[in-house]
Each structure stands twice: as C-alpha cells, then as structure tokens.
C-alpha cells in the first residue's frame, strides 16, 4: 500500500523535533512493509520573512526509506482573520508538489494530520485525483482558541470532515470537541518509538530524587501553556521538606527567563537544571534517568511525553485536560486537576515516599502493547483498508 502523508507542521533545521509523532507514525507504517511519502508545505508569514528568504530545507530528501517533499511559501496574511489566510497558500503548493513528484505514482489514500491545514489540502487533492483521505486531528485550537472558529471556518471545517472517509482522534477529550464537525471518529492515541524510549530500571533514592519535565515553554501572558508556573510554585513547598530534591527542565521558548524569574522567587533556583532544548534521542537520556516526569499542562489533546517517561519505565504526574486521562492510572501515576499548586505538591511528595509502588517493567509494558509503533501501525492499517 503507498500511503501519502500530508502533515500540518513538520520538522525542520532549526526545530528537528516539531512534528516528531508524524514522522514516528510514518517509520511505524513503514516497518509493517509499507510504501510511504510525506508532501508538505513550509508556509512563512511577514513577521517571519527572513526566515523564508534564508530557507535551506531540501526539496526531496529520504529519511529512513520514506520519501519526503517539500516546498516553500510566503504567505504574507498567513495570520490574518485567524489562521484562515494560510489555507489556499498551503494547499495550492501541495498540489503543485503533487504534480511535480507523484503525477505517474498515484498513492492509495492520503492521511493527513491535523485538519487545518493539512486536511483541507488533502481535501482538495482528494477531489482532484479521486484518492479517499483520513485525517487525525491532534489540535489545541478547539480548546485554546475557539473564538478563532467563526461561521467562515466552521462551514469550512464541516466541509473538510465530512468529506474524509474517516476521522481520527489522539484522545477522548478531542473527540468531544470536533463531534460537531462528524458523527464518526476513531480515537487512536499517537505512536512511540520503543526502541527508543524503553525501560531503565534505576535504583530511587529519595535524598536525590530528581523530577524531569520536557516541555516548549511559551509566553501567553505570563502564562505558560504547560503549567511551568504551577510547577515552580509546587517545587517552592516541595524544597521546603526536601530540601535536596531536583527539577530538570529541558526545552526552549520565549518564557524561559520568565520561568527563571519565577525559580528566584520561589527560592528554587539552586535545585533546578536547565538542560536547554533537546533532540529526541537526549529526551530518551534524560526520561531513562529521572525518578518521575511532571507536567501540570493546562492543555493537552494527547501527552506523546507522557507516553515516552512511561516507555522508559517512569511514573508520571499529569493533569486532567482530556488527554492524559485516558492512560494515566494508578500502576503508571498521578492524575491531578490542572490549575492545583496544593494538589501538584502532595503528587510530588507521594512519589517521593512511594516511589517503590510503581514497578518500571509494570509501566513499560503498557506502553508497548497499547502505543506501540507496532501497536499504532497495525490500528490505521486496519482503518486504511477498510
């Protein structure tokens, strides 16, 4: 089966980690023997001209046997009315690539991840060449930004749903928000690379029990979508009883010297480790060797880095936000409702005295049979021929 992947975001030079669950849910169909292409569009706006003018992506390249093609465009209303100036931009480069590269090599369906604005190209080129898509939605704008869907982009929204043979969602709580849009939907959560994240099991001792969180931090405010602010104020009770415990924080954004600013007055900043931004095989360094990954997030559809601690053996504390919810339990963690300082510092300290409870092969396991790329591959290949 040749599978056509048009995502909405991807990886690029300067960020090799953005869009890493599609790239990973593309090794996963190629492993079961699949032919798989990845088509997609780097769409710049004004603000960001000067990164379209020194752009040095390659237009073909092929990374572990799946072929990838991609392009830019500026798109200087990229942000005007929301984000629906983008989407004929996006599109209409998408189908200019398809005719380039695939006129005489016709995929069998086309899979898009998130529906703006990768499943609008994929509607279109759906028409064109008459190839049945999917889509699986992994957006926050449903929960962070619906006053960004007005009446212009819902009849668009119902018009790309409606016509793909199938929708997918990373979660339960996602589900619930694009309902609306589709009676049908599947939830099947994003895949993990195993071989990767895979279990360490390291002796806990609570005198250096370290904490690991793994997060983009951005400004929204004085706010960080993450919850880092939350974080730092539970580490300000939790150092207080132990005084030696540690918060490894790794990732980058424009909210890290904020965060910075919050460790100094929370009287934490001794116990805290900056580790900067981390490609994916440091992420799997830093799971395998934390005590237990926190991340107070106010919003998630899904959680992948929640998935990859658990991969790696590690209970996890997370907050109710419809994503987590559906794999986090008491073999594997801490479930605790977002926006709690007092609810975030009792789960720190319930892992610190009860670290034993949680058995890493238990935690590991679980991953493997449900998140799998085995797992996760087997699922849409079901969808795909169905």
């Known amino acids: 089966m040749h599978i056509l992947i048009i995502p909405s975001f991807l990886f690029n030079n300067k960020d090799k980690t953005l869009g890493s669950f599609f790239m990973d849910q593309a090794r996963a169909l190629k492993s079961l023997g699949h032919k798989v292409s990845i088509i997609y569009c780097d769409t710049y706006s004004v603000k960001y001209y000067s990164d379209f003018i020194n752009y040095e992506e390659e237009e073909v390249s092929n990374v572990e046997g799946i072929e990838i ?4 465009k500026f798109c200087p209303f990229k942000h005007g009315n929301g984000v629906y100036g983008q989407k004929d931009s996006f599109a209409n480069t998408i189908l200019k690539l398809y005719d380039k590269y695939f006129s005489k090599n016709k995929p069998d ?6 529906a703006l604005w990768g499943g609008y190209a994929a509607y279109k080129l759906s028409k064109k060449i008459n190839v049945p898509y999917i889509i699986t939605e992994h957006s926050t704008l449903y929960m962070l930004y619906p006053n960004v869907l007005n009446d212009k982009m819902n009849i668009l929204l119902n018009k790309v749903f409606s016509n793909a043979k199938n929708v997918v969602c990373v979660s339960q709580g996602l589900k619930e928000l694009i309902q609306r849009y589709c009676a049908k939907i599947d939830v ?12 360490h099991n390291k ?22 979508k993450k919850g880092i602010d939350i974080l730092i104020a539970a580490m300000g009770e939790i150092v207080k009883e132990y005084p030696s415990c540690k918060l490894a924080l790794g990732g980058s954004g424009d909210a890290v010297e904020l965060v910075k600013k919050w460790a100094d007055e929370y009287g934490v900043s001794e116990n ?13 360094s830093q799971m395998s060797n934390c005590d237990c990954f926190v991340l107070p997030s106010r919003y998630e559809t899904f959680g992948v880095v929640y998935i990859e601690a658990m991969a790696c053996g590690k209970p996890v504390i997370a907050t109710k936000t419809g994503g987590p919810d ?7 963690g ?10 975030l510092t009792h789960a720190m300290k319930h892992m610190l005295n ?21 797992s996760i591959g087997n699922k849409l290949i079901g969808l795909y021929k169905s």
């Open 69 to 72: 093609y991609r392009t830019r």
């Open 326 to 332: 559906a794999f986090v339990n008491e073999q594997n």
């Open 272 to 284: 805290i480790t900056y580790l900067g931004p981390l490609s994916r095989e440091e992420v799997a």
């Open 203 to 224: 002796p806990v001792n609570r005198s250096t029990f370290e904490f690991l969180t793994v997060c983009y931090m951005k400004n929204e405010g004085q706010l960080v």
């Open 109 to 114: 369906i086309i899979h898009a991840h998130c």
């Open 334 to 343: 801490l479930l605790i409702e977002k926006e709690d300082v007092e609810a």
């Open 188 to 199: 099947i959560g994003n895949v993990i690379d195993c071989s990767m994240f895979s279990e």
């Open 354 to 374: 009860n670290h034993y409870q949680y058995n890493s092969k238990t935690i590991s396991d679980y991953v493997y049979e449900n998140f799998s790329m085995e």
